[in-house]
């Protein structure tokens, strides 16, 4: 029954960091944007633009 007395703070005390790192994270703008990062993975590379082989000869 006494390990109820160090349990039941140490729950609030968790509950009450986990809800200041969500405000923190929501106040920062972490949830702004959730599908541009998810879509950049998909689109193309820009095109290498073309070496001239006699450039690395000078």
């Not at 703070?9 to 809800?19: E, K, R, T």
């Amino acid at each position: 029954m006494t390990i109820l007395l160090m349990l039941i703070p140490l729950s609030v005390v968790l509950l009450a960091v986990s809800i200041g790192a969500f405000v923190w994270a929501v106040r920062k703008g972490q949830f702004d944007d959730l599908d541009t990062p998810a879509l950049d993975i998909l689109r193309d590379d820009p095109p290498a633009t073309p070496t001239d082989p006699d450039d690395d000869a000078r």
